[in-house]
Nanobody, 128 residues
Framework: QVQVVESGGGLVQAGGSLRLSCAAS????????MGWYRQAPGKQRELVAS???????TYGDSVKGRFTISMDNSKNTGYLEMNTLKPEDTADYYC??????????????????????WGQGTQVTVSS
């Protein structure tokens, strides 16, 4: 299976910057899509940004021009650069990775399987 771990959250003043990382590990064959989502208290989880081999890059309207998503395929790691942070960016940020991993069936046989993995989240707090 594939595990996803986020890091880089913290407390920052309004106008500041943070860089989140999303590290995927396991017998990964390929990551097709990596997305960042956030959920503030009392609100639904929303898409922040995603990067996909098929669909390119997508940003939520509220973060366009301030956040940048990127991915280092050689490290199976994605990044979310967040600039000009606002108090309304305060939320738990989650990473989602979708792709294929290698599943060993027997010592001499395996197959590619799909994965869709979520991390545990990292908290971002922006003070005014």
């Amino acid at each position: 299976q594939v595990q996803v771990v986020e890091s880089g959250g913290g407390l920052v003043q309004a106008g500041g910057s943070l860089r989140l990382s999303c590290a995927a590990s396991g017998t990964i064959v390929t990551i097709n899509t990596m997305g960042w989502y956030r959920q503030a208290p009392g609100k639904q989880r929303e898409l922040v940004a995603s990067i996909s081999s098929g669909a390119g890059i997508t940003y939520g309207d509220s973060v366009k021009g301030r956040f940048t998503i990127s991915m280092d395929n050689s490290k199976n790691t994605g990044y979310l650069e967040m600039n000009t942070l606002k108090p309304e960016d305060t939320a738990d940020y989650y990473c989602n990775a979708v792709g294929k991993y290698w599943s060993t069936i027997t010592p001499t046989y395996g197959t590619r399987r799909d994965f869709n993995s979520w991390g545990q989240g990292t908290q971002v707090t922006v003070s005014s």
